[in-house]
């Protein structure tokens, strides 16, 4: 957004995402002039937007919609409803960017088109609506929408709209509006924001510091969270930092309930999901109260789990202790529970409002723990940055040894690393599926070794090394690469080889694995460091001849 001023709120989105009437809740809060675009071009045209389309035609239309935009957007404390079609001229865009803050409100095409379908009913006029006048309007709505949404994805924020009322999807745009407004005064100069993450659904703040824990509940204020926060954390990390992290939200004003589970994966139950159900029942948690993660993966993965499940989703911080938290677990959004068969499959994409890493935490992480984190580091300059790869070989003994400076610039280039692959590809649809690099065999060692016999980072590190020797097989990767991914991982203390693992188990969790897809397994392999491929068509034989190899007893 730049140096924007966002004085102005211009609400964008589909037809029947409720930009209408959210609008009007929203100027009577905040005490605003209401302005729809459509009714500006209605006195503009002395008719109805039917009758201009029909007498002169689209593009005597989209004339006359460039036209009341411009006039509309002159002045300031103004909401601005604007038409479903008027993000699709450059611009118009470049008006609505510069005239304040943009906010869409979405919708899947399935709720659209029962929203269209209801409102069709309802009204009295005999009026045939342009997307009921096809044969299959829900695919019409597919495609018309699919074909915007690039465009609305550049907002500066979205709003989910299909299972809000108009009252909280109201809420969450002038939440939305007040961070929008204090990154501009405020946190736009935080220099502890490392990144950010930016997607379709959310844009939030990656914070990675030395110290930070004092300054959370004030980010967090700053951040537009108020009222009462739910910290989960587990028996290991509560008795060191969670007395810091209540004193710090209480000085922000934030009323503070605690839960504490079990550390380890365990954890990641369906047992101790409800456990933390009835805490929030217990205590009349409301949709607008802050689920607080403080922990580790297991912790941010569940806690995040339960933010977006409990009443349809409250909003999550996510405060990662761990290594493997800060630069790879607590950003992106993926939370989940396991399940008996396999490690994550029940779960979903959920972003969080803030993410805020103390790196000197690290400092009583135990050190098999801090270790298994350094996979996931070095799995992000293998697959995205050779330049930060070679940072890493450089500086083994500086970050193993949690140098101060080095270790802080070190995690905030992976998680920075992490953070623009999630920006461009939220859900895993393309480009993201590279952080899986290691991951499909590392799934299905934790899956054979009931997920209590070896680290996350352990697995990925003998799941890199699998997928570096298929890439060998294969013809993809040369040797010397090859070696160059063993000799980080050995000399950072991570494991080679897991002799005696049970190989059926591991095939077996494999053909399970999320990444599947059309029963064909997603391998992310190496080109070269820094460069990755995915395919489909990894011979089975392969696999398995790599994996006897790597769980073969001496």
Known sequence: MGKRNPRNIIITGFSYTGKTQVSQIVAKRLGWELVDTDEEIVKLAGKPIPDIFAQDGEDHFRKLERQALESVCQKAERIISTGGGIIMAAENREIIKSSGAVICLEAEPETIYQ?????????????????????????????????????????????RTDHLTLEEVASELIRGWNYINKEHSTAATDSDISCKVTTATASYPIMVGWGLLD????????????????????????????????????????????????????SKSWAVAMRIYDFLVLHRAERSHTIVALGGGVVGDLAGFIAATFLRGMPLVQVPTSLMAMVDSSIGGKVAVNHPEGKNLIGAFYQPRLVLSDVQTLATLPKRELTSGWAEVIKHGL??????????????????????????????????????????????????????????IAHGLETATNYTQMLHGEAVAIGMIGAAQIGEKLGLLNGDAVKRQMDILVNFGLPATYPGADLRAIM??????????????????LKQVGETVIRKDVPSDVVQSVIEELVRKN
């Open 115 to 159: 929203r269209l379908m209801i409102d069709a009913e309802k009204s009295e006029e005999k009026v045939v609506r342009p997307l009921l006048s096809v044969d299959d309007p829900l695919e019409r709505i597919k495609s018309l929408k699919e074909s915007r949404q690039l465009n609305y994805d550049q907002a500066d924020w979205t709003v």
């Open 215 to 266: 300054t959370l509940g004030q980010k967090m204020k700053n951040a537009g969270l108020a009222g009462t926060a739910y910290l989960i954390s587990d028996d290991q990390v509560f008795p060191l930092y969670g007395e810091r992290v209540r004193a710090s939200l209480k000085s922000a004003g934030f009323n503070i309930e605690s839960l504490v589970v079990t550390q380890g994966e365990p």
């Open 383 to 440: 697959i995205r940055d050779l330049e930060y790869f070679e940072f890493l070989e450089q500086n083994v003994d500086n970050l193993t040894n949690l140098d101060k400076e080095v270790t802080t610039e070190a995690i905030r280039r992976s998680a920075s690393i992490k953070a623009a692959v999630v920006s461009e590809d939220e859900r895993e649809a393309g480009l993201r599926t590279i952080l899986n690099y290691g991951h499909t």
């Open 508 to 525: 077996r969790a494999i053909e399970l694995d999320k990444k599947v897809q059309g029963k064909a397994v997603r391998w992310v392999l």
